[in-house]
């Protein structure tokens, strides 16, 4: 990662410091730890650090996974902001940030050549090309007391990775895998967070995602498809059709009787009838 790229970022405002690592366990780990010592000497000023690593030996995904974080071919990086929003618009974050990196991406494609690359949404936290894991995200919440507290949003994009393991082949790739050419990590770095930081203060302003709700379900895998929910592991035998977000981040699932049900981020997750999506 060429630092000397993104100093733009902080040139600009858009953060107020870039932290890279050649390796770190996780970059939420160091982001939170950063974000639990602000809170520690709060001066009540606004803080965007970035946190970006070549290489994570213990990536996290939500629900506890692991998530592979090979070195200098992906973006593994962490957003540490300050927020004004309570804790069950939290999880808002993690769609705010799906979409800034499905933005980012089909951006730079269209710059590079690249008109037919199938960039898709799997709510909440995934994007996908092609049907396979490209980006993760996990969002944590670094609570204050007085209210409020530090988001930490991790971001992971396999970016220019040739090599999956056997046990993901199937369902995990690369921008690079699935459009043939190599990726420029610096330029979507600065997209998805030029975008995330905006997107979040009007999030606090409007504590609604109404201004992406209809562009991130024009770009959810699973919009007006069936799915079936899992929870705790466990792949339920009901199926639904997926009806998109609401203004909330819920996503909208009606059952055989025409009901619709809204599923909460954070306790289940939505499969493909036939598969990951």
Not at 20 to 25: A, D, K, M, N, Q
Not at 86 to 104: E, H, Q, S
Not at 220 to 237: I, M, Q, T, Y
């Amino acid at each position: 990662m060429n630092i000397n790229k993104l100093n733009g970022l902080k040139e600009n405002g858009i953060i107020t410091d870039l932290h890279l690592y050649e390796e770190v366990g996780s970059t939420n780990d160091m982001a939170r730890e950063f974000a639990k010592n602000c809170l520690a000497k709060e001066d009540g000023s606004q803080i965007n650090e970035l946190f970006i690593a070549e290489l994570q030996s213990s990536g996290k995904g939500r629900l506890g996974r692991s998530w592979t974080s090979p070195a200098g071919t992906g973006i593994w990086m962490s957003l540490a902001t300050r927020v004004n929003l309570d804790g069950d618009k939290i999880p808002g974050i993690t769609l705010l940030a799906a979409m800034c990196v499905a933005r980012a991406i089909n951006g730079i494609a269209l710059q590079i050549g690249i008109h037919n690359l199938d960039v898709k949404i799997k709510w909440p936290n995934d994007i996908v090309i092609n049907k396979k894991k490209v980006c993760g995200i996990l969002t944590e919440l670094i609570t204050d007391p007085k209210g409020g507290g530090y988001v930490v949003c991790g971001i992971g994009i396999n970016v220019n990775t040739t090599y999956f393991p056997n046990e993901i082949r199937d369902k995990a790739a690369s921008l690079q895998s699935e459009s043939g050419v190599e990726w420029d990590r610096e330029s979507i770095v600065a997209s998805v967070i030029s975008e995330l930081t905006s997107f979040i203060r009007r999030y606090e302003t409007e504590k609604s995602l109404g201004f992406i709700k209809d562009e991130y379900n024009n770009l959810l895998v699973s919009l007006d498809k069936e799915v079936v929910l899992v929870e705790n592991g466990e792949r339920g035998e009901e199926t639904f059709i997926s009806r998109g977000i609401d203004e909330t981040g819920a996503l909208l699932v009606e059952d055989s009787e025409g009901e619709i049900k809204r599923i909460i981020s954070g306790e289940v997750s939505v499969r493909g009838v036939l598969g990951y999506v």
